[in-house]
């Protein structure tokens, strides 16, 4: 029996039910695995996938993988990690744990890969009164409705909202419980397959939404090899986008159950700075230190990290790898 979907009944249970509890470990047999590396499914993140794909990954690196957000974020707060590729706002939640996190990479900015769809029929803001738009209980989901109402010219008041992880979207979407979701891919291409509407995204909004690797500063010695080489690992993995692109195409569409055409769209969603680019966002950092302020302010005052230390955003590693 199939779905809104157009995924295969185990497929789409997988997704709702299983993987979110799933943290699969990619190792080569035989090997011992010193460092393990946290990564979900993202589009800024697939390089990765790549890099573990062709053993591009130092020998001693673990990946461990997730379709679930979630998953890789509690595994960082237990201490399974020593690092994770994580959006700004999973950075706070680590730091409001006393998680000692570095952030040494720009993986991605978003440019559409934040969204709110909403079903066919609702096509206007004024539609959506009244409505329930489902979204992670999480800063940047926030931050994009907020957005979005502004515009709008919705208030809070005038929508019902359901907090719920992305992959437990899906099931309330098939089972007609929400009228608009807020998302990212691959997700958010299932959706869009039952005709959803693209009311906003993320490239209607300031550039707040990035997703970074971030190292635990007690498990990795920052002037090692591990963080360079972790890098090195990374470009490698997107200059195989780049230059294989059919290649890339075709993997990823088949790793995350997407058309071609699906796929094309899930990297368009992203930009990717380059080495001089990261270097120039990391040392000045005015930009990334706007985003979080923007963000801690959707978080409880509880879950909210004290402080955080402007040496927080490092870019040793990425001078490291130039220089080698």
């Known amino acids: 029996m199939g779905n809104l979907f157009g995924l295969s009944r185990r497929r789409f249970l997988q997704l709702c039910v299983a993987s ?11 090997r011992k695995k010193d460092f393990s590396l946290g990564v979900y499914q993202h589009p800024g993140h697939e390089a990765f996938y790549i ?3 062709f053993n591009l990954l130092p020998d001693n690196v673990m990946l461990r993988k997730s379709q679930s957000a979630e998953v890789i974020v509690s595994a960082m707060l237990s201490g399974e990690l020593d690092a994770a590729t994580l959006a700004l706002d999973e950075v706070l939640t680590c730091l409001a744990a006393d998680i000692p996190l570095q952030v040494i990479l720009i993986l991605s900015r978003s440019c559409g890969a934040n969204v709110l ?3 066919p029929e609702l096509t206007s803001a004024a539609q959506l009164k009244g409505k329930i738009i489902a979204l992670e209980s999480r800063a940047v989901s926030e931050l994009l409705l907020e957005h979005y109402l502004q515009k709008s010219g919705l208030q809070r008041q005038d929508i019902e909202v359901a907090y719920l992880p992305q992959l437990k979207q ?6 007609g419980q929400i009228d608009a979701a807020i998302n990212t891919p691959p997700v958010s291409h299932y959706i869009e397959r039952t005709g959803a509407k693209r009311l906003f995204d993320s490239s209607q909004c300031p550039a707040l939404m990035f997703q970074v690797l971030a190292v635990r500063t007690d498990r990795v010695n920052l002037l090692s090899d591990i963080p360079a080489l972790l890098l090195n690992s990374y470009y490698q993995g997107l200059d195989h986008l780049r230059l294989f692109s059919g290649d890339s195409l075709r993997r990823t569409a088949f790793w995350r159950n997407l058309t071609l055409s699906e796929t094309t769209n899930y990297f368009a969603s992203v930009q990717y700075p380059g080495l001089a680019q990261n270097i120039a966002l990391l040392s000045e950092s005015d930009a990334l230190h706007k985003a979080m302020q923007q963000l801690i302010r959707f978080m409880p005052a509880a879950a909210q990290p004290k402080t955080y230390s402007p040496a927080l955003f490092d870019t040793a590693a990425l001078r490291q790898l130039v220089l080698n």
Not at 20 to 30: E, N, R
Not at 170 to 175: I, K, S
């Open 20 to 30: 979110p509890l799933l943290l699969t470990a990619a190792s080569a047999c035989g």
């Open 51 to 53: 890099s573990d794909h």
């Open 117 to 119: 769809l909403s079903r």
């Open 170 to 175: 899906l099931m309330a979407w098939e089972n």
